[in-house]
Every structure is written in C-alpha cells, then in structure tokens.
C-alpha cells in the first residue's frame, strides 16, 4: 500500500490550494482517509477525514471548518483538500492517512499508512 500527496505550493495568504492523495495497492473507498499536517517544531496535528465510502461523512479541525473541504473524487480516485481562505498559521507539511477503521479519527495512532507529504506555505 502506497499513499502519494500532491498539490502543495506556495501561496499568498487569502488563497487556495488542493492537495490530492492517490493511492496505490488498494482502494481509498474502503478506509476512512484522514488529513494531518506537521509545522516545524510541532506535533502532527489531525485537519480532517472522511469516512469509507458510503457512510461519506466528513469532519474538520475546528481551525479549517468554513475554510476546507474533503472529498472523495471516484473518477481520479483520490481524497481531495480543497483549501481556501489559507492563513500564514495554515503552514505545514501536510500528510494523508488511511485507516481500516471508521468514523471520527482524529489520532496519528488509528492510522494505518502515511503518504510522505507535500508542503504548503502561506504568506503574509
């Protein structure tokens, strides 16, 4: 199993981005697919996830609620990150995660397999 994030750059602040996690070796629908993101110096701190598909619900960190959305294009097969209104504190190297298991996971812990990260920065 293999996960490959895409899509992250340089940004103003005020922008948009979308990162895309592909997977090889297995099918994303059946894993709750999460999105992490890691600043320097700082813990990896949980953004959002999906959950297998066909449940499709979605949860957001309180920061990006209003800001993020993710979602699940069948077509290209990814999990998608669309972020809009990006902020400098929106800095990070930002991971996508697939777990077996589903619902809400918030923990680095109930993750199975990591994709190695794409950097996003924001200015100000």
């Known amino acids: 199993m293999q996960l490959v994030e895409s899509g992250g750059g340089l940004v103003q602040g005020g922008g948009s981005l979308r990162l895309s996690c592909t997977a090889s070796g297995f099918s994303l629908g059946d894993y709750t697919i999460g999105w992490f993101r890691q600043a320097p110096g700082k813990e990896r701190d949980w953004v959002s996830c999906t959950g297998i598909s066909g449940t499709e619900i979605t949860y957001y960190q309180d920061s990006v609620k209003g800001r993020f959305t993710i979602s699940r294009d069948f077509v290209q097969r990814t999990v998608n990150l669309q972020m809009n209104n990006l902020k400098p504190a929106d800095s990070a190297v930002y991971y996508c995660?697939?777990?077996?298991?589903?619902?809400?996971?918030?923990?680095?812990?109930?993750?199975?397999?990591w994709g190695r990260g794409t950097q996003v920065t924001v200015s100000s």
């Open positions: 995660a697939a777990s077996t298991a589903d619902g809400r996971k918030r923990l680095a812990s109930e993750y199975d397999d």
